[in-house]
């Protein structure tokens, strides 16, 4: 007998034995092994947050939810924005006062996963016209209805009749989300030297930058002049490294800049033939930058 037909004999004896593997294990999987979607009991949470009712509004059938892998089904074209963004899940729930067919108000709740990218979500949405609402709340309304974050949530409530309680709506779901507003320590960082313009949250690329992600800009206007301001959310340990990353791109770049101190916190003073004059200033607790139309006193006065 030639091996060939040795080898053809031994694979044969073999694949009784694996598909007989390939069945016990299929009567024995390890359902977390292969659940790629948010455990039921996260999925319950979120569907909990949903009152029966709303003051005259009633619940019109089940609670809806989508994962990362059918949201397209929802908002089809915007599926994969949020799903970069850190979408967990989304869950949504109809009301109507029963004087017609259609709903007089929709709700969706999304779970961005934390705080700072439920943030991204409502800045992207409002256009960055975001205003403190009610019970601590940051939020936007629109005609149609409003947005608002709590938490790790992103909350967007459409109506379809004028007649419809906005605000009650609203605080009747603030009441049940159970996560706390999040007034981000972040805000505290950002000066405050004029007229809040627009405040806005950009996850990667900051300014084409792509090592400079998680950034939190305010655009002021002061005496009609503009300027931007931003933060770069990042571990304190990540400081250095981060300063660092500026310093090199400055040099490969050809990007002109003076180094000054003033106390703990460094000042680079940049000339970029890309993004005209502005202002790096690093400190051992974060990094800000400065775009627009600043002059030393408003450096002076940020810094201190």
């Known amino acids: 007998m030639g091996m060939s037909s040795v080898y053809r004999i031994m694979i044969l004896a073999i694949l009784p034995v694996v598909a007989l593997l390939m069945y016990y294990r299929g009567q024995h999987y390890d359902p977390a ?15 909990g947050f949903f009152p029966a009712e709303i003051e005259t509004l009633t619940q019109d ?19 994969e924005y949020f799903i ?22 929709v709700i969706d709740i999304y779970d961005m996963g934390n705080s700072i990218q439920a943030f991204g979500i409502l800045s992207d949405e409002s256009g960055g016209n975001i205003t403190d609402m009610k019970s601590g709340l ?18 967007k409530i459409t109506t379809f009749s004028r007649t419809v309680p906005v605000d009650n709506v609203m605080e009747s779901l603030n ?9 981000f320590p972040e805000f505290a960082d950002l000066p405050d030297i004029g007229q809040i313009v627009k405040t806005r949250f950009i996850k ?25 301001v931003f933060i770069l959310k990042t571990k304190k340990e990540n400081i250095r490294e981060k300063a660092a990353s500026f310093i090199s791109y400055f040099n490969d770049s050809d990007i002109d800049f003076t180094e000054s101190k003033e106390g703990d916190k460094t000042i680079y003073k940049v000339s970029d033939p890309y993004e005209g004059d502005w202002v790096l200033i690093s400190s051992p607790d974060t990094i800000m930058g ?3 139309s600043y002059t030393d006193t408003l450096i002076n006065s940020i810094i201190k």
């Open 61 to 79: 059938g089940q609670i809806r939810t989508y994962t990362r892998e059918n949201l397209y089904e929802y908002v089809n074209g915007h599926a």
């Open 33 to 47: 092994l292969l659940n790629f979607n948010p455990s039921s009991s996260v999925i319950d949470t979120i569907t």
């Open 175 to 183: 009441s049940r989300i159970s996560a706390e507003a999040d007034p």
């Open 138 to 155: 940051s939020g936007f309304r629109t005609p149609q209805g409003t947005g608002f974050i709590k938490g790790q949530y992103y909350i």
């Open 84 to 105: 970069s963004s850190g979408f967990i899940q989304l869950a949504v729930g109809e009301y109507s006062t029963g004087s017609n067919d259609d709903p007089d108000i």
């Open 204 to 228: 990667e690329a900051y300014r084409g930058l792509d090592f400079v992600n998680n950034v939190i800009e305010r655009e002021y206007s002061i005496q009609g002049k503009t300027l931007q």
């Open 290 to 292: 400065i775009f627009g």
